[in-house]
């Protein structure tokens, strides 16, 4: 179970979408609901989640973390955009 559908249920909330992006001050992103990764490269990786797809842009971008839906890019993150 994702942690923040953990946290919802547990506060009686829900959790809505298909994915979920932390943004740790540009130094990583965590992404939880990624179903595959289209693309990895140093300055762009493309994750699919579902119908939505993911772009991270930056220099030195790294995988760090990957498995169960969730994964941890570290290096200079500038952007994360979303396309339908």
């Known amino acids: 179970m994702s942690f ?29 609901g990624v179903k595959r990764i289209i693309s990895i ?6 994750f699919a989640c579902g ?3 993911l772009t991270l842009s930056g220099e030195d971008l790294k995988v ?7 994964v941890t890019v570290t290096g200079r993150v500038r ?3 979303e396309e339908e």
Do not use: H, Q, W
């Open 41 to 46: 490269a140093p300055e762009n990786m493309r």
């Open 51 to 53: 119908s939505i797809k």
């Open 4 to 32: 923040f559908k953990e946290v919802a249920d547990r506060l009686g909330g829900e959790s809505v979408g298909s994915y979920t992006v932390i943004n740790y001050g540009g130094e990583a992103v965590y992404m939880e």
């Open 79 to 81: 952007s994360v955009s």
């Open 64 to 70: 760090s973390e990957l498995g169960g839906g969730c």
